[in-house]
């Protein structure tokens, strides 16, 4: 797949089938961004990666954007502190827009702590003409620190680490998300449903 600049702006060229002609199989399909925003340990990578899976299933194109490869591949060399954690979210907020504006449903499991930085990612994707989804996963932090996926939690109480999301550190939750979602109440594929239920309902699946 090769891309182009059109406007300023990077796009997807149309795949050819075997004649040569172009195959628009897909390329009109509205994509969207759902930003999946919670505490540490509050399930939002299991919820994207569920969806995805539910997605693909119907013929979707959908990507997971990993807040840890991210970090790794796109943000390397920035660290937490909040303007750090904004511009790590701007970054993404890009990657995101673009791949929605391109027909992709792009989910982003990214903590996002400040309300700030989240509102200037929608405002991004409003000006563009994208769809864009806020879902808090509302886990209690008392039920993410057992979970406790990356041991964060641990090494915090243990004095390892400070400046965590939730303990140590602000999170700024959602006032009015578009979905408000407590996963410790409901199974994933509950939760799953729920989410793809709001998509149907705003006619992105």
Not at 131 to 150: F, M, Q
Request: hydrophobic share 35%; aromatic share 4%; proline share 4%.
């Amino acid at each position: 797949m090769t891309g182009r600049q059109e406007e300023g702006r990077a796009s997807v060229t149309e795949p050819t089938d075997a004649t040569g002609t172009a195959d628009t199989k897909g390329t009109t399909e509205l994509g969207a961004t759902v930003w999946l925003t919670g505490l540490p340990s509050a399930g939002k990578t299991t919820l994207a990666n569920a969806l995805a899976d539910r997605l693909r299933a119907e013929g979707h194109r959908a990507e997971v954007l990993d807040g840890d490869e991210i970090r790794e591949f796109l943000s390397a060399g920035l660290g937490f502190s909040r303007e750090d954690r904004h511009i790590n979210v701007q970054r993404i907020g890009f990657v995101a827009e673009l791949l929605a504006s391109n027909g992709v449903k792009a989910l982003v499991p990214v903590i996002a702590p400040y309300a700030d930085s989240r509102e200037a990612v929608r405002k991004r994707h409003r000006t563009e003409g994208t769809g864009y989804l806020e879902v808090h996963v509302a886990t209690p932090v008392e039920v993410c620190s057992v979970r406790d996926v990356k041991g964060l939690y641990a090494k915090q109480a243990a004095g390892e680490i400070s400046g965590l999301t939730g303990v140590d550190d602000p999170y700024e939750a959602p006032d009015s998300p578009d979905l408000r979602i407590e996963s410790h109440t409901q199974s994933v594929e509950e939760s799953a449903v729920a989410l793809h239920a709001l998509l149907t309902e705003r006619g992105l699946a």
